[in-house]
């Protein structure tokens, strides 16, 4: 199976203005979707067997429901038809998620910001998408609840072969960003069970290594990312890009990285 994988797309249909801090690289940087339709055109080009598209969160940034309707219109009609299956990020309003990428009506508000699971049983491999996301919380958590959605999905997966996505990375080996605090009952499950693959967003870089003993990947942001200055400033640069993988039995025979920047940078800021 042609699988592609993207993250971090931060989508807004209009930016604020801003000419400080953070949200003045949301107002500079590139349209998220100019660079998702040069992604697609080139991994689609490349690889026109993808079947499946993988979003490891920050779909949106602060985004309403409405952004998440034009975010989804808009893959849905570029995806040729292909699966789709994300997991939310830090970023993503979870009640805004719900009600504009799932068409879900409004909810309590506790009912509205559990975390979102899902379970996609294919005819190769099963893929668990879970939630290590708490909107504003940088670091990410799993909330209680998550391990034993995952030890429910994974007897239900059996010895089938599966890849499990979520949106914070798991090795601290990221550009310096700290990884989520990971339950040791979810680490556990995972280096036991027959996930063939680990795959994650968050830290705008890509990455390949191994997490309880899994094939282990991070994808691009599809947006900016940040580089630490020796000075305590946060450079921030666009770029973007996406991971490509073939699976053969669930087991992934072949993998690509591709980073796509053009050095243009979008902001220099002190964090206090
Ligand atoms: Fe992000």
């Known amino acids: 199976m042609q699988i592609l994988h993207i993250s971090d797309i931060h989508f807004r249909v209009q930016y604020e203005a801003a000419q400080e801090g953070y949200a003045s690289v949301l107002y500079r940087m590139t349209n998220p979707l100019e660079l998702l339709d040069r992604c697609l055109e080139r ?131 990221h550009e310096g960003i700290r990884a989520v605090s990971c339950p040791a009952e979810i680490a556990q499950l995972v280096k036991e069970s027959h996930v063939t693959a680990v795959m994650v967003g968050h830290t705008h870089h890509c990455f390949a290594g191994y997490w309880q003993r899994k094939p282990y990947y991070t994808a691009d942001g599809m947006s900016f990312y940040g580089i630490d200055e020796p000075d305590g400033s946060v450079r921030f640069e666009e770029k973007y890009g996406y991971n490509y993988y073939e699976t053969k039995q669930g087991l992934i025979m072949a993998s690509e990285q591709r980073t796509f920047s053009e050095n243009r940078e979008l902001a220099n800021i002190i964090f206090f």
């Open 43 to 173: 991994a689609f080009s490349e690889h026109p067997g993808i079947k499946l598209l993988m979003i490891t969160g920050d779909l949106c940034d602060d985004g309403k429901a409405e952004d998440y309707e034009v975010l989804r219109t808009w893959l849905t009609k570029n995806l040729r038809g292909i699966k789709m299956i994300v997991t939310p990020g830090n970023h993503d309003r979870k009640a805004e998620f719900r009600s504009g990428w799932l068409g879900m009506k409004a909810q309590g508000e506790k009912e509205a910001d559990l975390p979102y699971n899902e379970h996609w049983s294919g005819d190769e491999l099963d893929v668990l998408s879970l939630d290590s996301a708490v909107f504003g919380e940088s670091d990410g958590c799993f909330v209680q609840g998550q391990a034993d959605w995952l030890a429910e999905e994974l007897k239900k997966v059996g010895d089938r072969p599966s890849l499990l996505m979520t949106h914070h990375h798991l090795l601290d080996a």
